[in-house]
């Protein structure tokens, strides 16, 4: 499976972006997919995630701001990001594994990785 994630940029703090993420490849090895990002000096944390069955999992920093989505037809995934602050500020990642009952939030089972997106906000 090949992601390849597109939409970062550079934006004042409280302004969107949205994000996408490309899927590529035979998917059926995966039942989650999720966005992690790490910013500079920083280990990398899960933002949100779209779960085995179907549900949604967010990051407590990002709940209310950060909605996470797909399309299948387009094997696409988005991450729809509003009232960004400076300390969203980070390589945001795009991934997919497969979880056994836990949460592809934790990053524990993620089988695939994008090479990442930039997202930098300013006050």
């Known amino acids: 499976v090949q992601l390849v994630e597109s939409g970062g940029g550079s934006v004042q703090s409280g302004g969107s972006l949205r994000l996408s993420c490309a899927a590529s490849?035979?998917?059926?090895?995966?039942?989650?997919v999720a966005w992690f990002r790490q910013a500079p000096g920083e280990e990398r944390e899960g933002v949100a995630a779209?779960?085995?069955?179907?549900?949604?999992s967010y990051a407590d920093s990002v709940k209310g701001r950060i909605t996470i989505s797909q399309d299948k037809r387009k094997n696409t995934l988005y991450l729809q990001m509003n009232s960004l602050k400076p300390e969203d500020t980070a390589m945001y990642f795009c991934?997919?594994?497969?979880?056994?009952?836990?949460?592809?939030?934790?990053?524990?089972?993620?089988?695939?990785w994008g090479q990442g997106t930039q997202v930098t906000v300013s006050s």
């Open positions: 991934a997919a594994g497969w979880v056994y009952g836990g949460s592809c939030l934790w990053g524990d089972d993620i089988r695939f």
């Open positions: 490849g035979d998917t059926r090895s995966t039942n989650c």
């Open positions: 779209i779960e085995s069955d179907g549900s949604t």
